[in-house]
């Protein structure tokens, strides 16, 4: 199976901050990585695909890259909608990295 | 607009089954498949399986083969996961969400709104 790691687990970050996340596979998946926003007793919000592409709608400060094993989400001036924990996804079997939350510092 | 409405809360004791549905609305349903995924108080996201409402064919994770079955029915546009057997480690939300691939989009962009399933003696 491939796994999913996150780092860090938590990030404490002020509105203004540019923040990265990393998510790392076990394994090569390609490009085959997305993004997910989650807020507490919400269902996750659908960022990015094919570890760069932004989802329609979704604020251009966020950006994704990355390929092969090591991607990278990017929020690039931190907004106060953004406090949230973040998944990665790999779509070769789909499962997720285990979070990332992003907290007021 | 696309919408994904689960059925409502549950309480099970274990060893029990529960059955969660999935109705879809505002695209045609046999044209993107449905993934079922849980996320247990405090945790993170863990994938389930998917189903295609177009052939019923089905792919579940490992971890719940011979417990999880995953069904439809075209006619009322309605994804239904049954997880039988179940454990106290079972409580969670349990979310459905499409799956675009087909158009080119690889990832969920469509999320129901998660049940809640209890599972406590």
């Known amino acids: 199976d491939i796994q999913m790691t996150q780092s860090p687990s938590t990030l404490s970050a002020s509105v203004g901050d540019r923040v990265t996340i990393t998510c790392r596979a076990s394994?090569?998946?390609?490009?085959?990585l997305a993004w997910y926003q989650q807020k507490p007793g919400k269902a996750p919000k659908f960022l990015i695909h094919?570890?760069?592409i932004l989802e329609t709608g979704v604020p251009s400060r966020f950006s994704g890259s990355g390929s092969g094993t090591e991607f990278t989400l990017t929020i690039s001036s931190l907004q106060p909608d953004d406090f949230a924990t973040y998944y990665c996804?790999?779509?070769?079997?789909?499962?997720f990295g285990q979070g990332t939350k992003v907290e007021i510092k | 607009q696309v919408q994904l409405v689960q059925s409502g809360a549950e309480v099970k004791k274990p060893g029990a089954s529960v059955r969660v549905s999935c109705k879809a609305s505002?695209?045609?349903?046999?044209?993107?498949?449905i993934h079922w995924v849980r996320q247990a108080p405090g945790q993170g996201l863990e994938w389930m399986g998917w189903?295609?409402?177009?052939?019923?064919?089905?792919n579940y994770a490992q971890k719940f083969q011979g417990r999880v079955t995953m069904t439809s029915d075209m006619s009322i546009s309605t994804a239904y996961m049954e997880l039988s057997r179940l454990r106290s480690d079972d409580t969670a939300v349990y979310y459905c969400?499409?799956?675009?691939?087909?158009?080119?989009?690889?990832?969920?962009?469509?999320w129901g709104q998660g049940t809640l399933v209890t599972v406590s003696s």
């Open positions: 505002g695209y045609t349903f046999t044209g993107y498949y």
């Open positions: 394994q090569s998946i390609g490009s085959w």
């Open positions: 189903i295609s409402p177009n052939t019923g064919g089905t």
């Open positions: 969400a499409r799956d675009p691939s087909d158009t080119g989009v690889y990832g969920f962009d469509y």
């Open positions: 996804q790999q779509y070769n079997t789909w499962t």
């Open positions: 094919k570890a760069s």
